[in-house]
Nanobody, 119 residues
Framework: QVPVVESGGGLVQPGGSLRLSCATS????????MGWHRQVPGKQREAVAR???????????SLKGRFTISRENAKNTDTVYLYLQMNNLKPEDTALYYCVVVQHGMEYWGQGTQVTVSS
């Protein structure tokens, strides 16, 4: 089982910023892609952003300009970090944010981190 652990969620006022983090391991097999999805109760999970093994990134059209995805390989370990920088947050960004890791043909999901945007 590949560990996928999100952190960084919380309560923020509209217009504020948050940076979500996701930690996983690249032990054994290289990571093909990583991404962020979000889900609001009663609605389908939606893709937020994705980063491929070569570094190419994709952000949902509706979030471009506000959300940025990035990846960092920890030095001297097999730990890989995925980040989601979210700026100018809006109440409609409130959701449970999930990290997904695509490795060896499988998808591994974290438990999610809650982001609430409210005044």
């Amino acid at each position: 089982q590949v560990p996928v652990v999100e952190s960084g969620g919380g309560l923020v006022q509209p217009g504020g910023s948050l940076r979500l983090s996701c930690a996983t391991s690249e032990r054994g097999f290289s990571i093909y892609a990583m991404g962020w999805h979000r889900q609001v109760p009663g609605k389908q999970r939606e893709a937020v952003a994705r980063i491929e093994v070569g570094g190419a990134t994709t952000v949902a059209d509706s979030l471009k300009g506000r959300f940025t995805i990035s990846r960092e390989n920890a030095k001297n370990t097999d730990t890989v970090y995925l980040y989601l920088q979210m700026n100018n947050l809006k109440p409609e960004d409130t959701a449970l944010y999930y990290c997904v890791v695509v490795q060896h043909g499988m998808e591994y999901w974290g438990q999610g981190t809650q982001v609430t945007v409210s005044s």
